[in-house]
Nanobody, 115 residues
Framework: VQLQASGGGSVQPGGSLRLSCAAS????????MAWYRQAPGKQRELVAR???????NYADSVKGRFIISRDPAANTVYLQMNSLKPEDTAVYYC??????????WGKGTQVTVSS
């Protein structure tokens, strides 16, 4: 498994979850790391991205609530999700680009926000 995601689950509105995605050491020269999500019946969308120099960008819908970070030593990207809303319910996927032009997708982890 090249990308191992964890941390999904069910939470009430207003709650928090933290997703983690560890990239295998077999993935060399990682550049950007990102989280995408796909809700039922919708297209996959970018949630947040972090570059090698920790520049970040976020979807407008999550700005101010989600924080993406990375640990280069551990080849891991995190997504701290706060003030969760029902519309955040989706399968969340981590994504990694390498400088070799190859990209990788994790299997996805379910996040459900419901009262």
């Amino acid at each position: 498994v090249q990308l191992q995601a964890s941390g999904g689950g069910s939470v009430q509105p207003g709650g928090s979850l933290r997703l983690s995605c560890a990239a295998s050491r077999s993935i060399r020269s990682i550049s950007d790391m990102a989280w995408y999500r796909q809700a039922p019946g919708k297209q996959r969308e970018l949630v947040a991205r972090v570059t090698t120099i920790s520049r970040t960008n976020y979807a407008d819908s999550v700005k101010g609530r989600f924080i993406i970070s990375r640990d280069p030593a551990a080849n891991t990207v995190y997504l701290q999700m706060n003030s969760l809303k029902p519309e955040d319910t989706a399968v969340y996927y981590c994504h990694v680009n390498s400088y070799y032009g190859t990209d990788y997708w994790g299997k996805g982890t379910q996040v459900t926000v419901s009262s």
